[in-house]
């Protein structure tokens, strides 16, 4: 059987053994409550996904992708047309960014990256070039509701999300 947002609410209904409005409005908390648990506490649930692009001349800020929870790698291509020797950009602490690369003007190779509030990465030192970059990240998984009935975890670890929701009530 299949688990979707319908069938979740259901059965978290069933377990709960009540049927009054106040706890039946509160089960949309509790998904996502337990979906932001499971995110948390496990290092790759199935959601590594990759981004593929080009650094832009004279830009250092780049934003997150949607969805993004954790960085695992950024690297950057160089060597003649194809581009297939690939530099590791390293994550640093913004702090060592703006003390290592204190003006952002000045261009060259990117050796390091942070975060940048939480919808962007800092490259250090700003690229000069329109280098190929691709980053690995975890995502969150789309999150439940009667719109998106189904998600990663709904189609690969029902149990684990319905296991969740019963150790949060």
Partial sequence: MVMTYNS????ITNYLNRTDT??????????YQAEQK??????NIGLEQYVVSNFIPGTS???????????????YGT????????????????????????????????LYYSDYAYTNFLVAPTPDQAYPFE???LELPALLTAAQQT??????APDLLFYMLRILN
């Avoid at 979740?8 to 059965?11: C, F, I, M």
């Avoid at 060597?79 to 703006?98: A, D, M, P, S, V």
């Avoid at 998600?151 to 690969?156: D, G, L, Q, R």
């Fill in 8 to 11: 979740l609410v259901e059965q």
């Fill in 22 to 31: 106040s706890t039946i409005n509160e089960i949309p908390k509790f998904i």
């Fill in 38 to 43: 499971i995110c948390r506490e496990t290092k």
């Fill in 61 to 75: 800020v780049y934003p997150k992708p949607g969805r993004w929870r954790r960085n695992i790698t950024l690297n």
């Fill in 79 to 110: 060597g003649g047309g194809q581009n297939n020797f690939r530099n590791q950009i390293y994550l640093r602490k913004y702090e060592y960014i703006r003390s290592y690369w204190p003006d952002s003007t000045i261009l060259g190779p990117p």
């Fill in 135 to 137: 980053l690995a990240y």
């Fill in 151 to 156: 998600n990663w975890i709904t189609n690969y």
